[in-house]
């Protein structure tokens, strides 16, 4: 079993940025792939970005240019930075472990909602 555990969160203004993390534990493979997925009312859950074990990482077209995913693989770890926010990224982002074996696990959920 894997849990995800993330963190920061919160309300900012348009053009602001946040940053969010989101520790792994329990038994977590070395080779797998980590990532932010979000979801606004009414609407589907999305891929923000996703990232490789190896490092190679995909992005929705919406974020290119303004979010960068990270990910410590030894402290199993990913983050999200998010620059240039905008009203349209408000939404709950979840934090995604896929190990590669038709499993995958969930965070529980962070809010990030960009508003004046």
């Known amino acids: 079993q894997v849990r995800l555990v993330e963190s920061g969160g919160g309300l900012v203004q348009p053009g602001g940025s946040l940053r969010l993390s989101c520790a792994a534990s329990?038994?977590?493979?070395?080779?797998?792939?980590m990532g932010w997925y979000r979801q606004a009312p009414g609407k589907q859950r999305e891929l923000v970005a996703r990232?490789?074990?190896?490092?190679?990482?995909v992005y929705a077209d919406s974020v290119k240019g303004r979010f960068t995913v990270s990910r410590d693989n030894g402290k199993n770890t990913v983050a999200l930075q998010m620059n240039s926010l905008k009203p349209e990224d408000t939404a709950v982002y979840y934090c995604?472990?896929?190990?590669?074996?038709?499993?995958?696990?969930w965070g529980q959920g962070t809010q990030v909602t960009v508003s004046s």
């Open positions: 995604n472990l896929d190990p590669r074996n038709g499993l995958s696990y």
């Open positions: 329990g038994n977590v493979v070395s080779i797998n792939i």
């Open positions: 990232i490789t074990s190896g490092g190679i990482t």
